[in-house]
Nanobody
Framework: QGQLVESGGGSVQAGGSLKLSCAAS????????MAWHRQAPGKERELVSS???????VYADSVKGRFIISQDNAKNTLYLQMDSLAPEDTAVYYC????????????????WGQGTQVTVSS
């Protein structure tokens, strides 16, 4: 039920782009809000972007205008397009499923992927 698998991380130079993918189970994709978080060395995990069941998108100030969250319902896959990458974007990126209410039913989703490393060099 609660499987999330990220892919797409890697190493790029500043100014480059990467697109992360998160494959989820149908159970998760049909019931949960989705989000991307990241954790840089020595820092706390932080929210990068979230996508609610009603389509509301939220972005951290540090990535606004550079990152875009999206999903493909047919493929049960969440994406994070990252453009104009900077060294401060270097982190492990995690896909997460968040609590959501669907048709009046609250689903306490709390699932995490294993993370994918993004390294941006100057």
């Amino acid at each position: 039920q609660g499987q999330l698998v990220e892919s797409g991380g890697g190493s790029v130079q500043a100014g480059g782009s990467l697109k992360l993918s998160c494959a989820a189970s149908e159970y998760i994709f049909s019931r949960c809000g989705m989000a991307w978080h990241r954790q840089a060395p020595g820092k706390e995990r932080e929210l990068v972007s979230s996508l609610s069941r009603d389509g509301t998108e939220v972005y951290a100030d540090s990535v606004k205008g550079r990152f875009i969250i999206s999903q493909d319902n047919a493929k049960n896959t969440l994406y994070l397009q990252m453009d104009s990458l900077a060294p401060e974007d270097t982190a492990v990126y995690y896909c997460a499923a968040r609590p959501s209410r669907v048709a009046g039913v609250l689903y306490p989703c709390d699932y995490w992927g294993q993370g994918t490393q993004v390294t941006v060099s100057s």
